[in-house]
C-alpha cells in the first residue's frame, strides 16, 4: 500500500471485506418474534371444561342406567303355554280338518321340541317316531300315544282321510293331554324347582289314575 490516495482506498475495501465475515450477507433473518406463553387463567379454564364435560357424562350415563332400569323385562313364554295357546287357536279350524291337524300336530311339535329339545318340526312322522324311541323324555305307553296321534294326523294331511267332528275333537284332547302331563311342575307360589308333572298315559284311564293317586 503506498501513500497515494488510490491506495488508501483499495486499502479501507480491504479492510471492511476483512471486518465482515464470509456469507454473512445470505444468512440475515428477521427477529423470530416471541412465543406466547398461556397463562394460569388459560390452564384453570380447559381443566375447567374437562371436568364439566367428564361431570356432563357421567349424568347422562347415570339417567341412562335410570330408565334402562325401569324397562320390564318380560319373561319368554314357557313351551307348555304357547302350546296351549296354538292348540286353543286350532280349534277355530274344525270345520277344515286338513288344516286342524296340521295346526295341532305343529302345536305338538314345536312344543316337544321346545320342551325336550326333540327336533320333531322338521322331521317326517317316521324319523321322529325313531328319534323318539330312543329319547327318555316320555313315558313307553306315552310314546305309543304319541305315535298314533301323529299318524292320525298324517292320514287328514296327506291321506285325504275325512275325519269326523269328534275323531278331531280326539286328537285335539290328546295333544293337549300330553302337554298337562310333561309340562313343568309349579307350585302354589311360583316359586321352586320345576319337574315333570306327571307320568300318566295319555289314554282317558291313566288320566284318572293320575287323578285318583294325587
Known amino acids: 500500500m503506498d501513500g497515494s490516495p488510490m491506495g488508501m482506498t483499495q486499502g479501507t475495501q480491504t479492510l471492511a471485506r476483512a471486518a465482515v465475515p464470509a456469507g454473512t ?8 418474534p416471541p412465543v406466547p406463553v398461556p397463562s394460569v387463567w388459560d390452564w384453570l379454564g380447559w381443566m375447567l371444561a374437562a371436568v364439566v364435560a367428564a361431570a356432563l357424562g357421567w349424568w347422562l ?23 296351549r295357546q296354538r292348540l286353543e287357536a286350532a280349534l277355530a279350524l274344525l270345520d277344515r280338518p286338513k ?38 323324555a316320555l313315558l313307553p305307553d306315552q310314546k305309543q300315544v304319541l305315535g298314533e296321534f301323529l ?48 307320568t300318566a298315559a295319555l289314554s282317558p284311564a291313566g288320566n284318572e289314575s293320575r287323578r285318583e293317586t294325587g
Do not use: N
Not at 450477507?25 to 423470530?32: A, E, L, M, P, Y
Not at 339417567?63 to 324397562?71: D, F, I, L, N, Y
Not at 316337544?112 to 317316521?126: I, N
Not at 267332528?165 to 320345576?194: D, K, Q
Open 151 to 198: 299318524q292320525r294326523c298324517d292320514l287328514v294331511k296327506f291321506a285325504r282321510y275325512e275325519p269326523t267332528r269328534s275323531e278331531l275333537l280326539e286328537l285335539h284332547g290328546a295333544a293337549l293331554r300330553l302337554v298337562e302331563e310333561t309340562e313343568p311342575w309349579e307350585p302354589a307360589g311360583g316359586a321352586g324347582p320345576s319337574e315333570a308333572r306327571g
Open 61 to 83: 350415563w347415570r339417567v341412562w342406567q335410570r330408565r334402562k332400569a325401569r324397562v320390564p323385562v318380560i319373561p319368554p313364554v314357557p313351551p307348555h303355554r304357547r302350546a
Open 99 to 136: 288344516e286342524f291337524c296340521i295346526a295341532v300336530s305343529d302345536a305338538l311339535r314345536f312344543y316337544l321340541e321346545e320342551r325336550f329339545e326333540l327336533r320333531a318340526p322338521e322331521r317326517t312322522t317316521e324319523e321322529f317316531l325313531v328319534e323318539l324311541q330312543r329319547s327318555d
Open 25 to 32: 450477507g445470505q444468512d440475515i433473518r428477521d427477529i423470530v
